[in-house]
């Protein structure tokens, strides 16, 4: 079945400084490809998505890009704030399928 | 808030029992989908009911059952708790039942088994 690996586990970075959390599938019919931000104490939150005909996204300081060749898939976060601290997790699913298949996430902790 | 409703939002029980964890969907969602969150791991994904019928299942234990109703609402019921039970439980819904889609996430039910 599908299988999703997510890097780095934790990441902390200085306050205005970039993150990012790459992410590699295994399923070559995955098309789409959500990312979700977890807060303490609150459900996971849908933050961008990319299908599968296009390479890169951006919403504001967060952009993704997908390499379907390589099967690699990235979150970039630009001049990160302190509400970016949060667990992020990549996903994937393919058209057929009913599921998402998540990553085990990254724990962004924002410095400072 | 997310639209999805999740009750209780906490729930302690003794090994052995049985409890029932609600979802409401957000309004006009027919998916709803279960996952099981235990600490530090990621979402491990258990069931989808599509319209009152089951569509997809992935690492449910036997124990475990759910449902969905003609009002779309779905219970996830756990039966013979053990203490590895003990986890968040995340309901989530869509409007659709495959394509390219995102879900919306309730805020969960704390389960601890004690």
């Known amino acids: 079945g599908e299988n999703v690996e997510q890097h780095p586990s934790t990441l902390s970075v200085q306050e205005g400084d970039s993150a990012v959390i790459k992410c590699t599938y295994s399923?070559?019919?995955?098309?789409?490809f959500p990312w979700y931000k977890q807060e303490l104490g609150k459900g996971p939150q849908l933050i961008i998505d990319i299908r599968s005909n296009v390479g890169e996204k951006k919403d504001q300081r967060i952009a993704v890009t997908l390499n379907k060749t390589a099967k690699h898939f990235s979150l970039h976060i630009t001049e990160t704030q302190p509400e970016d601290s949060a667990v992020y997790f990549c996903a994937t699913k393919d058209s057929s399928a009913s599921k998402i298949i998540f990553g085990s996430g990254t724990r962004l902790s924002i410095r400072p | 808030d997310s639209g999805v409703t999740q009750t209780p939002k906490h729930l302690i029980t003794a090994t052995g029992q049985r409890v029932t964890l609600r979802c409401s969907p957000r309004s006009g969602d027919l998916s709803v989908y279960w996952y099981q969150q235990s600490l530090d791991q990621g979402l491990q994904f258990l069931i989808q009911y599509y319209n009152g019928e089951e569509r997809a299942k992935g690492n449910i234990l036997e124990r475990f059952s759910a449902q969905q109703f003609p009002d779309l609402h779905s219970e996830l019921n756990l039966s013979s708790l053990e203490l590895g039970d003990s986890a968040l439980y995340f309901c989530?819904?869509?409007?659709?039942?495959?394509?390219?889609?995102?879900?919306?996430f309730g805020s969960g039910t704390r389960l601890t088994v004690v």
């Open positions: 399923d070559s019919a995955s098309n789409y």
């Open positions: 989530a819904s869509s409007g659709h039942s495959g394509g390219l889609h995102g879900y919306t």
